[in-house]
């Protein structure tokens, strides 16, 4: 069966030149991007029964956009002064580039890793002298407190907002001919929201390996994946797919 129409469980993307846009106009593909998941932050009276007092750490480190959102919006509601010799260790360039919306770049202490957590490591291990706060989900990556564990650092993990399954009620009679899930998170909102799907001629496609371990153990089967040597990313694997499907015969 052609592809004509995808389900991407994520927001739209805000960037004109985003590959999924690409995607719609060289395939004539309609594609509907509805978060599946979504973040809300826990309260500060949660976090300071996890015994979380700002003023004990030295260094804070973020792995993603909502880590530092949910850092500087409980400093604000703990009136903690953010002092200016704090450290941020950031995950990735995207992480410190975002980070400028709450400090003056040039004047912090800001260190850089390339994209994957372990690769934050040396930059870490440097001044394991430090007391590290991990603002975190209360979904983390197992390899993130096992990676500071090897590290041998003074660290703290303080759940700082947490990952929610969205409302999908209103998609109940809506059919799309692809569903295109990031997270184990995002299987587990689809069945929690519909409870007696059935996957029949729906392909899904998956990003990761643990998504993927989800939708099998949730008998669905899967049809496109992400990332491989061929196709990195999920758009990439859209259209491999999608080339090879709609072709005339």
């Known amino acids: 069966m052609k592809v004509k129409t995808i389900l991407v469980s994520q927001p739209e993307p805000k960037v004109e030149n985003s590959p999924y846009f690409e995607l719609i106009q060289k395939h004539k593909v309609k594609i509907d991007f509805r978060p599946f998941i979504h973040v809300e932050g826990v309260p500060v009276k949660d976090i300071r029964s996890q015994k979380i007092d700002l003023n004990n750490f030295t260094a804070i480190i973020l792995t993603s956009r909502n880590s530092v959102d949910h850092f500087f919006r409980v400093a604000e509601e703990m009136r903690y002064k953010v002092p200016e010799d704090l450290k941020y260790f950031c995950q990735s360039e995207a992480v410190a580039f975002y980070l400028q919306k709450y400090v003056v770049y040039r004047k912090r202490k800001i260190y850089v890793g390339q994209k994957d957590f372990v690769e934050l490591s040396p930059l870490i291990k440097k001044y394991k002298e430090e007391k590290f706060l991990l603002p975190s989900s209360d979904q983390l990556n197992f390899d993130i407190p096992q990676t500071l564990d090897g590290l041998k650092v003074?660290?703290?993990?303080?759940?700082?907002?947490?990952?929610?399954?969205?409302?999908?009620?209103?998609?109940?009679?809506?059919?799309?001919?692809?569903?295109?899930?990031?997270?184990?998170?995002?299987?587990?909102?689809?069945?929690?929201?519909?409870?007696?799907?059935?996957?029949?001629?729906?392909?899904?496609?998956?990003?990761?390996?643990?998504?993927?371990?989800?939708?099998?153990?949730?008998g669905l089967r899967v049809d496109i994946m992400a990332p491989s040597p061929e196709a990195p990313s999920m758009t990439m694997a859209l259209e491999k797919y999608i080339a090879k499907t709609n072709k005339d015969k």
């Open 154 to 218: 003074n660290w703290t993990q303080g759940i700082f907002y947490k990952t929610v399954m969205s409302d999908l009620t209103d998609l109940a009679d809506v059919y799309y001919d692809v569903l295109a899930f990031f997270s184990p998170t995002g299987i587990k909102s689809l069945f929690k929201n519909f409870p007696d799907f059935q996957q029949n001629e729906t392909r899904i496609a998956v990003f990761g390996s643990t998504t993927q371990k989800e939708a099998v153990d949730h």
